[in-house]
């Protein structure tokens, strides 16, 4: 009887090992897939965050996810401006070949804020949202859109989110007490708001949804898009905090405290998803959107650009350049920084590498997943791009560590090329051009390869022969 019950085991044992490769193949083949919480402040400057120099305004929790993650000094925007940084982020193609080029276009629609040429996503462009959704991946969007109107093709809900709510036009998230937001295609009334009252925050309207959207949806792979309004004016806020009895003026106060209370909601984020049980499966992007809308004057107290020239609009680095961290634990290297140059065209296939997803073909960004995951990555070949559309027009392009500006795009006469080492002159101080002649041609071949024309956003002083044709 004993062999036959040791013969039985055996026979069991056999069986279970047969069975362990195929199960092995199986959980392959279908790995778990990482959470994605990408968190963009708006008009941030790169120096806001303490972890990036800031003195006067407390970020606790934004330093504490540079202290466990990746921080990048020299990470870029896609746009100097809200609505074509966004479509960059969102399409992985540059300015010089995305849809959304400019805040207003030629064409487009009329927005709710009343401004003329608000030209949305178009229905062939595809978003790491509908990537990510097709994959799998629950999908919401949280805060500031401006990809598109309502009953347009760049509606959020047309462009791979599950979930939409917040503005979808971006002159409207300039008040924070609003009579209404968006839920998916519908308004959102707020009933604290009518009537001149001012009892419903949108940015707290906004964390509480991202923080609920965590905890329904804890238990399968999400995808949490999240650019939040502040600290973008009007700086308004309730409750101004440790800055209430500072001796500065109330706007400076109120620009602290929305920065702060930014930063505790990075800080109500990472402890949801420590209760909940993923943050140790969850990459947490945190960026802003473009440089600081202010500089000069009282706001030289916040020194919000650091070292950098310029701020928002500007081709400087102070108007493009902003703040970078990412965190997974695991494959994110901890209290790290990276001087790796990328920008928001990457964040589109990088994610993609991330999920085992493939990009679309005609991208402009790489994937810098291998970076991300402590690996040297040499990709200081290739070149940057940008184009600015507003007053008086400019392209810009960053090739190793050269950059290349040509303002007065809008004008017949174009400015010349300005040339700048910002390995030897961060502060963009000292135009080289006339010392390095070929890198001004490079930088002018770059400015002709990377601009496809676009029937909406054309350079001012072409439109009178365009309007001929």
Not at 182 to 202: H, S
């Amino acid at each position: 009887m004993k062999h036959v019950e040791v013969f039985t085991l055996f026979i069991i044992l056999m069986i279970a090992e047969s069975c362990l490769p195929s199960a092995r193949k199986q959980k392959e083949h279908y790995p778990t897939k990482p959470n994605i919480i990408f968190i963009m402040a708006d008009d941030l400057g790169y120096a806001d965050p303490g972890c990036y120099g800031q003195e006067s305004i407390q970020t606790p929790h934004i330093d504490q996810l540079a202290a466990e993650g990746l921080q990048f000094t020299q990470c870029y925007s896609g746009a100097a401006v809200c609505a074509p940084a966004r479509s960059v982020l969102m399409t992985g193609r540059h300015t010089g070949h995305t849809t959304v080029r400019g805040n207003f276009g030629r064409g487009g629609v009329t927005g709710l804020g009343g401004g003329e040429g608000r030209v949305p996503l178009a229905e062939e462009d595809v978003t790491i949202a509908q990537l990510l959704q097709r994959a799998g991946y629950r999908t919401a969007m949280v805060g500031k859109w401006g990809l598109g109107e309502p009953h347009t093709s760049g509606e959020p809900n047309k462009k791979g989110f599950d979930e939409f709510f917040g503005f979808l036009n971006q002159r409207r998230a300039h008040s924070y007490y609003p009579e209404y937001i968006w839920k998916d295609t519908t308004r959102y009334p707020l009933a604290g708001n009518q009537n001149g009252l001012k009892k419903q925050y949108t940015h707290d309207l906004f964390a509480e949804y991202a923080l609920d959207f965590i905890k329904r949806n804890a238990g399968q792979p999400f995808f949490l898009y999240l650019p939040f309004c502040i600290p973008h004016e009007a700086y308004e806020i309730a409750d101004l905090g440790k800055y209430k009895g500072k001796v500065w003026n109330d706007t400076l106060k109120a620009y602290a405290a929305m920065v702060s209370r930014l930063d505790s909601t990075v800080g109500l984020i990472m402890q949801t998803l420590k209760e909940v049980g993923i943050e140790e499966k969850t990459w947490v992007f945190f960026t802003s959107d473009n440089g600081p809308a202010h500089i000069t004057g009282n706001w030289e107290l916040f020194n919000s650009n650091g070292p950098l020239r310029g701020g928002k609009r500007d081709a400087y680095e102070g108007g493009i350049r902003v703040p970078m961290i990412v965190r997974y634990p695991g494959t994110v290297p901890s209290g790290k920084s990276s001087d790796l140059v990328w920008y928001f065209a990457d964040i589109l296939p990088t994610l993609a590498d991330i999920t085992g997803i493939k990009p679309p073909e005609n991208i402009d960004g790489i994937s810098v997943l291998p970076t991300l995951s402590g690996k040297q990555q040499g990709i200081s070949d290739r070149y940057l791009y940008w184009e600015f559309y507003e007053k008086k027009g400019w392209r810009a392009t960053r090739f190793g560590d050269w950059k290349a500006i040509q303002q007065g795009m809008n004008q017949a006469v174009h400015q010349p090329v300005e040339l700048y080492n910002l390995k030897e002159d961060g502060g963009e101080a000292h135009d080289l051009a006339t010392q390095f002649p070929e890198l001004v041609l490079k930088a002018e071949q770059i400015f002709g390869e990377a601009h496809d024309p676009s029937p909406n956003f054309v350079w001012k002083y072409l439109l009178d022969s365009i309007g001929k044709q």
